[in-house]
C-alpha cells in the first residue's frame, strides 16, 4: 500500500465512513481507500441485536475514561467509544431517532450551516431510511438503512402503560410529525440482526475493484503540502505506511476521532500544539471544543420475579435463548434490550421536549450501571436533550498511539443539572405506575434515601455517564469557532472535509447515529457536486 494513491482517503470507518466509502465508489472513475483503526465486524454480538450488552466495555472500544468532571464529584466517568468497523452502528444499542425539524432548522438560521435546514437534509434521512413498516412523508423505505419496531417484552409494554399513565400520549413513530409520547423504539434491525453500517452500506459496496477497505490500521496524521492535504501516514502489521489522495481527504473519525487526528495533523488551537510539541499547520482554534454530549442518569428498580432479560444469564437459559434464535430468528436474542422509550417534557411550556428516556428490560447491563443482587431488575435512563454544558477533547501527547482527554465538562450548566434532577423524578413517578408495580419488589437505585432536591442533585452528580453521544468538536459553521463550512470543507485548508458528528454545531434532541449517517449521505453529494 505503501505510497500508492487514490482519489479518495477516508479516515475512520464507522458510520460516516462506511457510508461515504459505499457511495462515492459507486462511481466507477473514483478509486476509495477507507481506513479504520479498529478489527473487522467478526465477533458475534456485533450481529445479535442482544448483543448491545456486552460491548460498552472490552475489545472493541477504546478504552476511554473522561477527565476528571468538575461539576460530576471529580469522577473519572467510563466513555465508551467504537473501535471497529462500523463505529458506533457496530456496536450502540440499534435506537433509531432522529431528532425534530427544529433541531437542524436552528442549525441553519442560528448556527451559520446554510443548506442544513430540517427540508434541506429530510431528503438523505429518506435515502438512507429502509423501513419495512412505516412510510409517507417522513420515511423511506428503499434505503439501505434497515429500520424495524421490535415486538417488546412485556415487561416493556408494562413501561408504555405506565407512561401512558403519568400523561404520556402513546406515539408509535417518535420520528413522525410529532415527537412527545411514549412508545417502543424503531431500530436498526433487519432480519434479527443488527443492520449495522457496515451491513447496510459497505459489505454491498466491498466487490467493487475501486474501492479498498483496510482495518487495524492506526492513522498518525494528514499529510499537507502548504495549506494542501495531500494524503495520510498510517500503521499497517506495525510499518508505517502512506496514501495519497488525489482529490480529497476525507475524515470521518467521529467527534472524538477527529478533532485527535487534525491535532495530530498540525492543525488546532495552536499554543496547545506547541505545548505538546507539534508544528502548527492551520491556528485553528475550534478544534476539539464545543463537546457536547447526552448525560444520562439511571434508575434501577427489583423485580418480584424473573420477568427481565436478565434472567438469560443463567446458562440453561441462555442455551435455550440460543436455539431459538438459532433455530427461528426469535426470542429474547432479537431484543436490543433497550425496547421502549418516551419523549417528554421538565419545562411544560417549551415547544418541543427537553428529556428523552430509554427504558431497559434488565439491570446491570452497561459499564457503570449497578447490577441486582437478586439477579432479576429493570433500568429506566434519562436525559435533558440539549444541554448547554460544553466540554473539550485535547491531546495527552504527540503520539497517535496516546487516547486523547475528553472533557465533556458534565451539568457545568446550572440548567442541564435542574432539567437532568426533572428527568430522575418523573423516571421514579413513571416506575411507580400500577402498570410497572404488578412486576416491582422494590426500588434498588437510587433507593428511597433520596427525596429532596439535594438529594437528587447529589444522585445527579455522583450517578450520571455518558450516552455515547459525542457531537460538536470539528463543528460546521461560518463563526471564529467554526473548523468546517457548510459543505464540510476545513476551513483555511484545501483537499480536506471533516464529514461526521463532530461536525454537528448543536446536539440534536434524540440519538445522533441516523444524524450521523444523514451528515455522511449528504457529504457524498457535496464531494461529488451533486448540489
Known amino acids: ?108 438560521n442560528e448556527e451559520g450551516c446554510e443548506g442544513w435546514s430540517f427540508k434541506d437534509i429530510q431528503p438523505y434521512f429518506l435515502r438512507s431510511e429502509g423501513n419495512e413498516t412505516l412510510s409517507g412523508a417522513y420515511h423511506g423505505t428503499d434505503g439501505p438503512l434497515g429500520v424495524s419496531t421490535l415486538n417488546p417484552q412485556p415487561l416493556t409494554r408494562a413501561f408504555i402503560r405506565s407512561c401512558q399513565e403519568v400523561g404520556m400520549p402513546y406515539n408509535p413513530d417518535f420520528n413522525g410529525p410529532v415527537q412527545e409520547g411514549t412508545s417502543a423504539y424503531q431500530t436498526t434491525i433487519r432480519g434479527a440482526r443488527r443492520c449495522s453500517a457496515v451491513v447496510a452500506y459497505l459489505r454491498p459496496a466491498m466487490t467493487r475493484k475501486n474501492l479498498t477497505v483496510v482495518t487495524g490500521c492506526l492513522t498518525r496524521r494528514i499529510l499537507f503540502i502548504g495549506n494542501r492535504a495531500t494524503g495520510v501516514e498510517y500503521v499497517q502489521n506495525g510499518q508505517l505506511q502512506t496514501a495519497l489522495a488525489n482529490s480529497e481527504v476525507i475524515v470521518t473519525s467521529g467527534a472524538i476521532g477527529s478533532p485527535k487526528l487534525m491535532m495530530l495533523s498540525g492543525v488546532g488551537p495552536a499554543e496547545h500544539l506547541k505545548n505538546v510539541g507539534i508544528s502548527v499547520v492551520l491556528d485553528s482554534p475550534g478544534v476539539g471544543q464545543n463537546l457536547s454530549d447526552h448525560f444520562g442518569i439511571d434508575i434501577v428498580y427489583e423485580l418480584k420475579e424473573q420477568t427481565s432479560l436478565n434472567k438469560y444469564n443463567k446458562l440453561h437459559w441462555m442455551v435455550w435463548a440460543g436455539l431459538q434464535y438459532a433455530l427461528f430468528k426469535t426470542g429474547p436474542v432479537t431484543s436490543n434490550v433497550v425496547e421502549g422509550g418516551a419523549f417528554w417534557y421538565a419545562d411544560e411550556a417549551r415547544s418541543e421536549p427537553d428529556l428523552q428516556f430509554h427504558f431497559l428490560a434488565a439491570a446491570g447491563v452497561e459499564a457503570g450501571v449497578p447490577a441486582i443482587p437478586s439477579g432479576s431488575g429493570c433500568t429506566l435512563n434519562s436525559y435533558t436533550l440539549r444541554p448547554k454544558s460544553r466540554g473539550s477533547v485535547t491531546l495527552r501527547s504527540a503520539r497517535a498511539e496516546d487516547n486523547p482527554i475528553v472533557d465533556p465538562n458534565f451539568i457545568a450548566e446550572p440548567d442541564d443539572l435542574r432539567v437532568s434532577v426533572e428527568g430522575v423524578k418523573l423516571s421514579r413517578e413513571i416506575l411507580n405506575q400500577n402498570s410497572m408495580l404488578k412486576y416491582i419488589r422494590s426500588e434498588h437505585f437510587p433507593g428511597k434515601g433520596v427525596g429532596t432536591q439535594a438529594d437528587f442533585e447529589d444522585y445527579a452528580k455522583q450517578y450520571g455517564r455518558t450516552s455515547y453521544h459525542p457531537v460538536g468538536t470539528c463543528k460546521m459553521g461560518t463563526d471564529a469557532m467554526a473548523v468546517v463550512d457548510p459543505q464540510l470543507r476545513v476551513r483555511g485548508l484545501e483537499g480536506i472535509r471533516i464529514c461526521d458528528s463532530s461536525a454537528m454545531p448543536s446536539l440534536i434532541g434524540s440519538n445522533t447515529n441516523a444524524a450521523t449517517i444523514m451528515i455522511a449521505e449528504k457529504a457524498s453529494d457535496l464531494i461529488r457536486g451533486n448540489q
Not at 450481529?47 to 472493541?60: E, I
Request: proline share 6%; with cysteine; hydrophobic share 35%.
Open 1 to 108: 500500500m505503501a505510497g500508492q494513491s487514490f482519489d479518495y482517503v477516508i479516515v475512520g470507518g464507522g458510520s460516516a465512513g462506511c457510508v461515504l466509502a459505499s457511495r462515492l465508489s459507486e462511481n466507477p472513475d473514483s478509486s476509495v481507500l477507507l481506513i479504520e483503526a479498529g478489527g473487522r465486524d467478526t465477533n458475534p454480538y456485533i450481529h445479535m441485536p442482544v448483543g448491545f450488552a456486552k460491548m460498552t466495555t472490552g475489545p472493541l472500544t477504546w478504552g476511554l475514561v473522561t477527565a476528571p468532571q468538575k461539576h460530576a464529584n471529580n469522577r473519572e466517568i467510563p466513555y465508551a467509544q467504537a473501535r471497529v468497523i462500523g463505529g458506533g452502528s457496530s456496536i450502540n444499542a440499534e435506537v433509531f431517532t432522529r431528532g425534530v425539524p427544529s433541531d437542524y432548522d436552528r442549525w441553519a
